[in-house]
């Protein structure tokens, strides 16, 4: 009889997981709390009911509604608790795949090995990978060849992005159309000694697999696409389903359950909130970093050293906007945005090592940028509403707010630009079950407790004049940053709930059992047959997109769970 | 990449965090003040309002959102009046009444871009989480419409409708229990979301803004990605001017 594999979640992680373990012949079921918006996932071409809807998105329809599942942030153990929507990965059938623009670089050599290359920083818990950047070049050539990524590798710069993470072959399909924002902002970034390129994506340029290229529509970032020629983890999920694994849609998994040193069984609610339970062999956790953490503590798994869920990380988004005055920019059609810079995320960044020595830290970095991107109507709207609260108190609506929305400033003639910030890893940075917030279910939600480092107050005092810089050398009229972390510093973004959906950490991969939570393979500590396969296991964040990592991770460690055990 | 997506997750980020950053006085050199005149209100049966209610609605809508009978400077630019934002309001009340519910319309095309049916006509069934949201979500908003409209009546001295423009105006500017916020929230979603949610009659809010709306599955060239539209310049004067130097006096 074949042995049961038990897959929480069907993300880029979880479904990359079943994929690998259906495929070495084991009875793989795969829960997924959320809805399956798909019909016939197992075909070339699914069907699905996402479309080209701004209030869809902005009702959530593929995140948890965050009156029904909510978490809970603070910003410290002291402060006022917030309730509500905090980083809210889509939780569907597909996960943060769905809510994606597909931007899929490689981590960098320095991010695998980031103690012994770069060293340690006080306050924080720097930690190699249990793998370098060499060991890990094939799995990432196989995810990119499995998931459809576009990019031309010849194009890449040479310093710093194929420094740090070389190429050997090129990639499945050629780079799509670029996007005229993103070349003006391109050609910004040159002018000021800064080195932009078209950004590998997956996002099909191409036919490719049996689903179409893509056709520009424009509702990309945040929204399902309507097409599917973007796809991420339903390429994996695609092939589980071939090799007979089973997706259940609508089926929460609460508890792990364990016997000595062995997990035997799953309990999950169904949508009804009916109990059942699932035995099994073996349990993938992949239900993103927050909630797989919150499903080891929901579960008493064991925890001697108090480490599960702490050391989470966010990237921080701080944000550039130009607007141009001589012409619309037509940001709203094509891939969010095509172009790339790479140079803020090098620790050697001209002025960078000085400007830490000035911070008291060895060294910071931020991360990369995607140059280009705007908002729909109804969030230009909303910008608006409140501008006009600060413009004309004594009638903030009206005549004016239309004459901006017929302006369009903050639509078509916006380019945003968003830097992706490094995050390190701090103990105090945690994921725990809140003591009274319940979902509509009944179960404890997460509550996040999260405030940046000196390291990440730095850097984005650093690199935010940059942003600036690089949009008025593109030629913006008017040119500002928005800092997205909470400092001293920029008290404007006091109060804020981290709004980033890169989450990592909180179970991370690592030798000692007293500093991880789980060994070099993503196995448990102390179960042997439960593994992680999603973000949670990163031991550090890295500054560029995480997902394309996390399923070159969970394919590596993958591959050896079947034999394991 | 939403630009200033943070807005969404927490109401006080954003640029209404900005304000501690400007100076008073160049705040108050910003404002502007402005006053129309015009009427309007029809006769329609709703799933949630009452007649009066929904009136209230439409008058106070219609001083957010003005068309061209609401405010001469808007002569040939509908309002939220002409996109029928009263019913897409209403609609969204009564959304649970309505079976498959009206919260999410469906997918993956309508009509509207080369595609022989709309299929976002036909809404999608809700998960139990999602109906759990939105039970206790309309709950509210509809306790809040109820306490709302009662409230602009009595500050108007008894019915908001028989108000002067200007008086509307005077009251809703004073935002009474977050209502006008509200309401001015929902009345920019009937304003500019695709019209199978009840608004954006005959696509007003799209045109007004040359905004094209949903493009699938037809999709964009590749030219038109990638290259210049051509020059459009935009000219700053009256609030838009006041816009661009808020930003640029921004750190």
Redesign the interface.
Known sequence: MARRALVVGSGPGGSVAAMVLARASWDVTIFEK??NYFTDLSSDRP??????????K??A?SQ??????PRVFRASPQAQP?T???Q?LPQTVGGGTVHW?AKTPRLWDIDFKKLSLLGPVPGADIADWPFDYGEISPYYEQIEELIGVAGDVHLFPKKPTLTHAPRTRPLPMAA?????SS?LVSEGCSRVGLHPFLAPMAINSRPYQGRPR??????C??YGC??LARVGALAPLREALRSGAELRA?AMVVKIETNGRKATAVDWLD???ERHTESGDLVVLAANAIETARLALLSGLPDPYDLTGRRVMFHWFS?G?G?F????L?N???R??THDIDDFADPDFPGARKAAKVAGLPYFRAGKV?LG???L???E??????????????????????????????R???C?I?LIGEDLPYATNRVDLDPTVR??RGIPVARVTYGPGPSEIAAQAFYMPWLVKLLKAAGA??A?S?P?LPSSRF???????P?TEHVMGGMPMGENPRTSVTDPHGRHHHLDNVFVADGAAFPTSGGHNPTLTIMATALRQATTWAASI | MAVFHRRQVLQAAGFAGLAVLFPPELLAACSTASSPTADGAKGQSFLVLDAHEARVVEEATSRLIPGPDDDPSEAGHPGAREANVTRYIDTMLGALELSPPRIFAGGPFSNRSGWPVDDMAKFLALTPAQVSGWTLRLAGFRARYRAGIKTLDRMAGGDFIAASREKMDEILAQDPGGFMTLLFTHAIEGMYSAPEYGGNAGLAGWHEISWPGDRQPRGYSEDAVSLSDGPDAYVPKGIGAQLLQLLRTSP
């Open positions: 959320g809805a069907g699905t009911v996402f479309s080209n809807d701004e209030l869809k902005s009702r329809f948890p509604d965050p009156s029904a599942e917030f509500g929507a905090v809210s623009d799509g159309p670029p996007e005229y070349l893509c056709d520009n529509c424009g509702f970032s945040g309507p097409i609508g949508n009804e909130n944000e906007s607007i005055l001589s012409e619309r037509h709203y059609r094509g969010d945005h995607e991107g705007t908002q109507p109804l969030d709207a909303s910008s608006y509403q409140e501008i006009l609260r600060l413009l004309a108190p004594q009638k903030p609506f009206g005549a004016d707010f239309k004459r901006l929305m017929r302006s369009s400033l903050l078509d003639r916006l945003g968003e979902d509509w009229d008017v500002i928005i997205e008290p404007i973004a006091q109060d804020q709930v709004a």
